[in-house]
């Protein structure tokens, strides 16, 4: 009888192990659709929401070291490699300098500025044409 106690215990222990790996393939199967869904979902893959991301950070980078627009709110949002700019500004001529730097880096495929040229003489922001 001991041994067909100790059978039935190692065809428990077996019946146990392949439940768990079962239980664990399918974890690891619906997180992996879970992970490849969110950015399908989101409409970007991986690599463009890097590669947005990258863009982003060289705008700002552009913003932090142009002398007249360093200390502004500016909003930098990139999707797909199209950057839209918005915020105030001091002139209309950083304002070129700064869309004219962000068009030159690589991946960017438009630039569009929603920028406003701060307390115009009317004491009110001043829309850009861009």
């Not at 060289?58 to 500016?74: L, S």
């Not at 500004?89 to 030159?104: Q, Y």
């Not at 690589?106 to 861009?130: D, T, Y």
């Amino acid at each position: 009888m001991a041994a067909g106690k100790k059978q039935e215990e190692i065809v428990k222990t077996g019946g146990e192990i392949m439940k768990n790996m079962v239980l664990m393939s399918l974890l690891v199967l619906l997180g992996f659709a879970v992970f490849t869904g969110h950015s399908s979902m989101a409409g970007e893959t991986v690599g463009e929401y890097i590669d947005d991301s990258t863009i982003t950070t060289e705008v700002h980078a552009i913003i932090v070291k142009e002398p007249n627009a360093h200390y502004f709110k500016i909003d930098v949002t990139t999707t797909k490699g199209d950057v839209i700019l918005q915020g105030l500004i001091d002139s209309r001529e950083t304002e070129a300098r700064i869309v004219a730097k962000a068009r030159k880096i690589r991946g960017v495929i438009s630039v569009k500025s929603l920028l406003m040229v701060k307390e115009n003489g009317a004491g009110r922001p001043e829309r850009s044409n861009n």
